[in-house]
């Protein structure tokens, strides 16, 4: 099984910074691209950065300059850095990893059960 959790999601001022995490764990041989999407309601799930574990890291428009997406390899975490907030960058964060499992062929994504940001004006 893996399992893949955010943290670090709250309340912030227009202007404020928060730091989300996200870690995979469980029967890991490795992790390909990792990503963090978010979602207000009626609304798709919209593609915020992605993180490869070589190559060019992706941003969506709406968030270049302002948030960094980062990976540990060794904790197989991945951050959100997210500065210079905004009021519309209030959503539920979620994460994804792209799994190589232990014992099993293939590569599997697992999503994250997800977490609130709300930026106040």
């Known amino acids: 099984q893996v399992q893949v959790a955010e943290s670090g999601g709250g309340l912030v001022q227009a202007g404020g910074s928060l730091r989300l995490s996200c870690k995979a764990s469980g029967s890991i041989s490795s992790i390909n691209a990792m990503g963090w999407y978010r979602q207000v309601p009626g609304k798709q799930r919209e593609l915020v950065a992605t993180i490869p574990s070589g190559g060019n890291i992706y941003y969506a428009d709406s968030v270049k300059g302002r948030f960094t997406i980062s990976r540990a390899n060794a904790d197989n975490t991945m951050y959100l850095q997210m500065n210079s907030l905004k009021p519309e960058d209030t959503a539920v964060y979620y994460c994804?990893?792209?799994?190589?499992?232990?014992?099993?062929?293939?590569?599997?994504?697992?999503w994250g059960q997800g977490t609130q940001v709300t930026v106040s004006s």
């Open positions: 994804n990893a792209d799994v190589e499992r232990k014992y099993y062929s293939g590569v599997y994504r697992y």
